[in-house]
């Protein structure tokens, strides 16, 4: 897959998660192949009227090889101005987020919101690109209730997207049921520019039936909580190296930025994720869900992983 001048040799990306896709995951997805990292939803208001905000969220770490940061909005002139802003000068490719579900984005006009109102979309793609010069691509869903990928991807192909993203459910089924591989078929099958498929690839079995979409590139969002090196897995690879030192790596770039205090609650569900296929393990994971010590907590990770 290339865009502008950028390559993807393994077409590998990847989710932009709200609060999982912090700079720790994203680098250690990389060092197990994920070629495309995005970045958390960024808020593009708040990068105009609260920057220190969005500041912890627009770090990357130098082993993350093509940075995408995201961006929501339902307002074209402050998305413009968000693409402008220094704080996105370190990413390579800006995605607008167009496809998520959280009632309090949809609610505020954002996200999967956009999908129902296609001319507000179309400016907003129009305005981010004529704001910058990097690659503009858009992220989105089936449509809220039927079925519009179609008319809504080939309008982001004119809209000058460089690139889109089709996570293929709706945004009445949130992340429930089965994603709509065969949306993702017609969608590649019709555009002209790249189209990335996302959704419920888990596994080297699901993504080889993501290839058969015929899609350019395959994303991986919730198969890779707690299972970073499913990059690896997808492509053949059997993951045998030390699970307690890809945390310590995930654990140690977020104490460079962030407060313990912080930290240790917003560990957690990675931790849980983390040791999720563990048997018998009951006992210590409810410690990990309630200690109230990182330090303490990589010790009991140390003791099941051995």
Not at 74 to 96: C, G, Q, W
Not at 237 to 256: A, M, P, S, W
Not at 282 to 293: H, V
Request: overall charge positive; hydrophobic content about 40%; glycine content about 8%.
């Amino acid at each position: 897959m290339k865009v502008g001048n950028i390559v993807f040799e393994k077409g590998l990306f990847l989710a932009p998660m709200a609060g999982v896709s912090d700079v720790g995951f994203r680098s250690v997805c990389s060092d197990f192949g994920a070629e495309g990292c995005f970045s958390e939803m960024l808020s593009c208001r708040a990068m105009l009227h609260n920057p220190s905000k969005t500041v912890l969220m627009t770090i990357v770490e130098p082993n993350e090889k093509i940075k995408i940061g995201q961006i929501f909005g339902h307002e074209p002139e402050i998305m413009a101005k968000a693409v402008r802003n220094p704080l996105l000068d370190k990413y390579d490719i800006i995605d607008i987020n167009m496809g998520c579900p959280a009632p309090k984005v949809v609610k505020n006009g954002e996200g999967c919101a956009l999908m129902s109102n296609v001319c507000l979309a179309e400016k907003i793609i129009k305005a981010c690109v004529e704001n910058t010069k990097r690659p503009v691509s858009v992220k989105f869903r089936l449509g809220k209730d039927k079925d519009i990928s179609l008319e809504f991807g080939k309008m982001c192909q004119e809209a000058g997207a460089s690139f889109v993203t089709l996570h293929a459910r709706t945004l009445e089924q949130g992340y429930s049921g089965k994603a709509n591989y065969d949306a993702i078929a017609k969608l590649s099958q019709s555009l002209e520019i790249p189209v990335i498929g996302n959704g419920d690839v888990v596994d080297k079995q699901s993504y080889n039936r993501m290839l058969t979409t015929g899609a350019s590139a395959v994303m991986i969002g919730r198969g890779a909580q707690g299972k970073p090196w499913i990059f690896q897995e997808v492509l053949g690879q059997t993951f045998d190296g030390d699970k307690y030192k890809v945390i310590e790596k995930h654990l140690t770039i977020l104490r460079k930025y962030y407060n313990e205090d912080w930290l240790k609650l917003y560990m957690r569900k990675h931790f849980l994720w983390y040791t999720s296929d563990l048997k018998f393990a009951a006992e210590a994971r409810l410690k990990l869900a309630t200690t109230q010590n990182l330090d303490e907590s990589m010790e009991i990770l140390k003791q099941l992983l051995k």
